[in-house]
């Protein structure tokens, strides 16, 4: 009776022993099994699951989930060659057009020296504003898709030591004449520690420019602009013309909030998106009480 008892117990033992060693193995290739799909979906290597475990259920489930991740990675190899493609070509298109409307600004220039009448001179006036704003648009075309395809070479991933105080008091100077014109006085409060950074100079200054453009559409008549010790650049400034949503999609491509504008891509805060991402740092906006801020951190 005593064998009996001692045979049932070390049975259940076993039992315990198995049941807790196998629930550690389905421990285990569950977390492999996140890991991996975590980091496939999260960066764009086609890393596919594998597992340890020799449990027939887990090694079902990770081949189900690899044959899902390679349809995903497949789809994304095609957006991405189709963006690329669409940047290349929009590239192409711009780089095209800048040779003639170069072109026509000199015949322009030409007429402008030509005895004209009332009318003539009036019209020719016309067609240079309306020839320079294309060719405006143009440009700004052709460094977004520069500034955003890989294959075109873009400049923002390369860098050297840049201070970021004299790059964005030079920024601020730039405009100075622009934003007074629009009787806009900036509130300039910019760290005296030097912010120093491995960045592109050239790019930066885009990055800058073009948020302070931004302000120059939509403020209501004030700007404040800070750098912080940290690498943190903030531009704020009251536009009683945005709101939550449109603040939203600032950062989109081609996006305006005046739809029938005709002197703007709604390229620039892209642009500005684009090359900040390539230098690894972050650009984000928010809408709060009236007042949209843009805020640039470069960290150390």
């Known amino acids: 009776m005593e064998f009996w008892l001692w045979l049932t117990v070390f049975i259940l033992l076993a039992a315990v022993l198995y049941l807790a060693v196998s629930l550690c193995l389905i421990r285990k290739s569950a977390e492999e099994i996140l890991n991996t799909l975590e980091d496939s979906l999260s960066s764009n290597t086609n890393v596919l699951i594998s597992i340890s475990s020799r449990d027939h259920s887990m090694r079902k489930l990770a081949d189900r989930l690899n044959k899902e991740l390679k349809k995903l990675n497949y789809e994304r190899r095609r957006y991405q ?15 095209d057009l800048r040779t003639p409307l170069t072109a026509v600004c000199g015949y322009l220039d030409l007429l402008d020296k030509e005895d004209l009448s009332g009318d003539a001179a009036r019209y020719l006036k016309i067609i240079r504003s309306r020839t320079m704003t294309l060719r405006q648009l143009t440009e700004e075309l052709f460094r977004y898709t520069v500034s955003a395809c890989p294959t075109s070479g873009g400049s923002g991933s390369s860098g050297d030591p840049v201070i970021l105080n004299r790059v964005l008091e030079d920024s601020i100077s730039t405009f100075y004449a622009a934003l007074i014109s629009r009787k806009i006085t900036p509130e300039i409060c910019i760290c005296e520690e030097k912010v120093s950074r491995i960045l ?19 403020s209501d008549g004030d700007l404040r602009i800070t750098l912080e010790g940290n690498g943190t ?18 950062f989109d491509r081609f996006y305006t909030v005046e739809t029938a504008s005709q002197e703007s891509t709604g390229l620039g805060l892209s642009i500005a998106r684009a090359l900040t991402g390539q230098m690894h740092g972050t650009i984000t906006a928010e809408y709060e009480n009236g007042v949209l801020t843009v805020r640039v951190v470069f960290p150390d």
């Not at 650049?233 to 600032?250: I, M, P, Y």
């Open 200 to 218: 592109n100079r050239s790019a930066l200054s885009r990055i800058f420019g073009n948020i302070i453009s931004n302000a120059l559409k939509y």
């Open 81 to 95: 060659m189709g963006d690329w493609e669409l940047k290349d070509t929009i590239t192409g298109i711009s780089h």
């Open 233 to 250: 650049v903030t531009f704020s400034n009251h536009a009683s013309r945005l709101d939550e949503v449109k603040v939203g999609r600032l």
